[in-house]
């Protein structure tokens, strides 16, 4: 296992690309919460974060893994670059040629999606620790470890996601037509899931349609990825007022949301091992 990851590791830390995109990924959200954490004062502007409740435990878990996921594609362009130089530098075959077999191959690409998942949550989670310790009304360890659950689905969402663009950049070989697939397929599945809300709402009721369009949608590949962390924003609007928001919300990270995700992750990794087993190099 540490010998496939190595291999992996070197060949992406030794390409100029692959490294600025691995530091960008890591670095950039964790700038962008500690600088929207800090407290502005210049007179005639006054921005506390402390006065908002965002960075209180236990909602700094919820707020922190949500906006932290939204630069994907930042993890996604690590991924696609991955495989695409593979290619592009015939490392593939040269591999086979040194004797690493093609299911080694996808192990070692697995590893590195695996321990850079791990690597990002714990860069959330000594974030969150630190943000929280500074600005968060309380205290109690009860209170603070409350909600870890976002983490998990945080990690997993992004295992789910590295998978995802692993299997469709072996699949069309290039980087570009990666990112147009995974692009179009986002689309394909909200305008699906648009289409069926609205369609059951104009048959029977908003709420049956609603309902209906969730529990298909949970299965989509992206969006059950998606639906692991629900927004927050709602939620926080929510606590501070309560009555103007007349639709009721589940934050919660389901069990069976994770078992969805890790279904397609290992769908994913099994169809690239397959597809790679099955091509020409």
Not at 44 to 55: A, K, W
Not at 92 to 120: A, T
Not at 168 to 173: A, S
Request: glycine share 4%; charged share 15%.
């Amino acid at each position: 296992m540490l010998r496939l990851f190595n291999i992996e590791l070197f060949k992406l830390w030794n390409n100029k690309s692959s490294r600025v995109l691995i530091i960008l990924s890591f670095v950039l959200p964790f700038t962008i919460a500690f600088i929207t954490s800090i407290k502005i004062d210049l007179g005639f502007i006054r921005l506390d974060p402390s006065e908002y409740g965002i960075f209180n435990f236990p909602f700094i878990w919820h707020w922190n893994s949500y906006f932290a996921s939204l630069f994907k594609l930042f993890f996604a362009l690590v991924a696609i670059s991955m495989i695409s130089n593979e290619y592009n530098y015939r490392t593939l075959k040269q591999n086979l040629i040194d004797g690493l077999s093609k299911k080694e191959m996808i192990l070692s690409k697995f590893y590195v999606i695996v321990v850079y998942s791990v690597l990002s949550t714990i860069g959330v989670f000594i974030m969150s620790i630190i943000i929280g310790s500074i600005y968060s009304t309380y205290t109690e360890a009860t209170i603070v470890f409350d909600e870890l659950e976002y983490l998990l689905a945080y990690l997993v969402k992004l295992i789910g996601f590295f998978s995802f663009c692993l299997f469709i950049t072996l699949l069309v070989k290039r980087s570009v037509f990666a990112i147009g697939i995974l692009i179009v397929f986002s689309a394909i599945e909200w305008i699906t899931y648009a289409y069926m809300r609205w369609e059951v709402y104009e048959n029977q009721a908003q709420e049956i349609g609603y309902n209906f369009a969730e529990s298909v949608s949970q299965f989509f590949p992206l969006m059950s990825m998606y639906n692991l962390i629900e927004q927050p924003i709602i939620r926080y609007a929510r606590r501070i007022n309560p009555n103007d928001i007349n639709f009721p919300h589940d934050y919660a990270v389901h069990w069976y949301e994770i078992a969805i995700v890790l279904g397609w992750s290992a769908l994913f990794i099994f169809l690239s091992y397959r597809l790679l087993k099955k091509r020409d190099l």
